[in-house]
């Protein structure tokens, strides 16, 4: 490839479309960072015990959704050690995480 396709290349409508959706998105999640206040532990747990059953699934629902932001999974995590126990709040913490990166990581590559 000489020197004239690659520039030809790099401002191609595409990766135009695509620098302009992921400074968009960097700008939600900066928002997000900042304007969005995860309660603290004992709100987070009596909102999540108030699921019943489904509590779990609301957590480890919550948990992806911080995952995604720059936001850090702290809480959640301690949240989750305080309601299921160690062995079961891993599990869903973990699991919650990795739903969350795996997420992050899918948006990244189509932007």
């Known amino acids: 490839m000489s020197l004239e396709e690659d520039s030809a290349n790099a401002f191609s ?11 968009v998105f960097i700008g939600i ?7 969005v206040n995860i309660p603290e532990p ?3 747990r ?4 108030g699921y019943g059953w489904a509590g779990w699934l609301i957590f480890i629902g919550i948990t992806a959704l911080i995952a995604i932001t720059p936001i850090p999974v702290t809480i ?7 309601l299921y126990g160690v062995i079961a ?3 869903f913490s973990f699991t919650g ?9 899918w ?5």
């Open 107 to 111: 948006l990244a590559r189509f932007t």
């Open 89 to 91: 709040g891993s599990l």
């Open 46 to 49: 009596d909102m999540i015990q």
């Open 97 to 105: 995480i990795l739903i969350g990166s795996w997420i992050g990581y």
């Open 42 to 44: 004992e709100v987070l």
């Open 76 to 82: 959640p995590a301690l949240v989750a050690g305080s």
């Open 13 to 23: 409508p595409r990766s135009i479309i695509s620098l302009l959706t992921l400074i």
């Open 29 to 35: 999640l900066i928002w997000v960072s900042f304007n």
